[in-house]
């Protein structure tokens, strides 16, 4: 039996130690694909492995209909856009994620990307504070929560949307529940992404809603690209000199960023919200431990494509 690790943007090398203990030690080969780069690579290495762990690697029909012996795929990691869950199901693959393990790393990098903007790209000007300051976050999962709990440290008032979390549990960690999602926009200054890319939620975030952000806006996305409709988000920045946009990936229109918004957006050149040794450890083991059990004792803990 043997499992796959593929990531294109690798894991820390103690992260891959790990996985390969929890696996040898279940008496299953590893084998490990890095950096890749071509798909043709991924499709030669998925031929002959049962359990599959990736990142953001794209798992579509062709990958998964070239792993022949394919019983389960984990992404090691919340997002699971990246995997066509349709023909893994079809196929009778079961699919899972790892949700919690790297959501720290992102809530991090979310007061990382904002506090750089914050104070203007460190270029010498006065900038602002984040004290006393409105974040709104948009969907209170894990990464929303820990991003909750960084901002009560900055000393920020914060707010919540999201229809799928009961506002009893964002009461408990001391936010304040929204229930209509322009609310949230036209109350919060400071906006932060943690939706995921749905066929609901692709490109929601539009005109109607940025135009509703007070004087200083600032939208954080260490979402999706996806979710962000990116010709209305131009728009609005050329309307507003005061809006500005950090992201945690590269969108489509970035030349457009570099040609009119200088000093007011951020990008980081690949996703790197999760990319710390301890979201690698934590997403990486647990994705090593849920492949084992799923193909030594069919736990399906975790599965996406019920
Ligand atoms: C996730 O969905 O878990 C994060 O976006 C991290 O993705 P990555 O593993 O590709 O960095």
């Given at each position: 039996?043997?499992?796959?690790?593929?990531?294109?943007?690798?894991?820390?090398?103690?992260?891959?130690?790990?996985?390969?203990?929890?696996?040898?030690?279940?008496?299953?080969?590893?084998?490990?694909?890095?950096?890749?780069?071509?798909?043709?690579?991924?499709?030669?290495?998925?031929?002959?492995?049962?359990?599959?762990?990736?990142?953001?690697?794209?798992?579509?029909?062709?990958?998964?209909?070239?792993?022949?012996?394919?019983?389960?795929?984990?992404?090691?990691?919340?997002?699971?856009?990246?995997?066509?869950?349709?023909?893994?199901?079809?196929?009778?693959?079961?699919?899972?994620?790892?949700?919690?393990?790297?959501?720290?790393?992102?809530?991090?990098?979310?007061?990382?990307?904002?506090?750089?903007?914050?104070?203007?790209?460190?270029?010498?000007?006065?900038?602002?504070?984040?004290?006393?300051?409105?974040?709104?976050?948009?969907?209170?999962?894990?990464?929303?929560?820990?991003?909750?709990?960084?901002?009560?440290?900055?000393?920020?008032?914060?707010?919540?949307?999201?229809?799928?979390?009961?506002?009893?549990?964002?009461?408990?960690?001391?936010?304040?529940?929204?229930?209509?999602?322009?609310?949230?926009?036209?109350?919060?200054?400071?906006?932060?992404?943690?939706?995921?890319?749905?066929?609901?939620?692709?490109?929601?975030?539009?005109?109607?809603?940025?135009?509703?952000?007070?004087?200083?806006?600032?939208?954080?996305?260490?979402?999706?690209?996806?979710?962000?409709?990116?010709?209305?988000?131009?728009?609005?920045?050329?309307?507003?000199?005061?809006?500005?946009?950090?992201?945690?990936?590269?969108?489509?229109?970035?030349?457009?960023?570099?040609?009119?918004?200088?000093?007011?957006?951020?990008f980081t050149p690949k996703k790197m919200g999760a990319q710390t040794a301890e979201?690698?450890?934590?997403?990486?083991?647990?994705?090593?431990?849920?492949?084992?059990?799923?193909?030594?004792?069919?736990?399906?803990?975790?599965?996406?494509?019920?």
């Amino acid at each position: 039996m043997k499992i796959l690790v593929a990531t294109d943007k690798p894991f820390a090398a103690v992260a891959v130690n790990g996985i390969k203990d929890v696996v040898e030690s279940a008496g299953i080969k590893l084998a490990l694909l890095e950096k890749y780069g071509e798909k043709s690579k991924l499709l030669d290495a998925v031929k002959d492995v049962e359990g599959l762990i990736v990142r953001s690697d794209i798992i579509d029909a062709e990958v998964l209909n070239a792993a022949k012996q394919l019983k389960v795929v984990v992404r090691a990691g919340a997002g699971y856009d990246n995997i066509d869950l349709a023909t893994a199901t079809a196929n009778g693959v079961c699919v899972m994620n790892t949700p919690g393990q790297n959501s720290n790393a992102v809530a991090e990098l979310v007061f990382g990307m904002t506090v750089m903007m914050a104070r203007n790209l460190y270029n010498g000007t006065s900038g602002t504070e984040l004290k006393g300051k409105k974040l709104g976050i948009h969907a209170f999962g894990q990464v929303g929560r820990n991003v909750a709990r960084i901002a009560k440290g900055f000393g920020m008032e914060v707010f919540a949307f999201d229809p799928y979390c009961p506002a009893s549990v964002m009461e408990a960690e001391g936010v304040k529940p929204i229930t209509d999602i322009n609310e949230l926009y036209s109350t919060c200054q400071y906006v932060s992404l943690h939706i995921p890319a749905t066929n609901e939620t692709k490109k929601s975030i539009n005109y109607a809603l940025l135009k509703q952000m007070p004087k200083g806006a600032m939208l954080i996305n260490t979402a999706r690209k996806e979710v962000i409709n990116e010709e209305e988000l131009v728009q609005i920045m050329d309307e507003r000199p005061d809006f500005r946009y950090v992201s945690d990936i590269t969108p489509d229109n970035a030349s457009v960023f570099a040609e009119k918004f200088t000093g007011r957006y951020f990008f980081t050149p690949k996703k790197m919200g999760a990319q710390t040794a301890e979201a690698n450890i934590n997403a990486g083991i647990a994705a090593a431990k849920q492949s084992v059990g799923f193909l030594k004792e069919g736990i399906d803990k975790f599965k996406v494509n019920k």
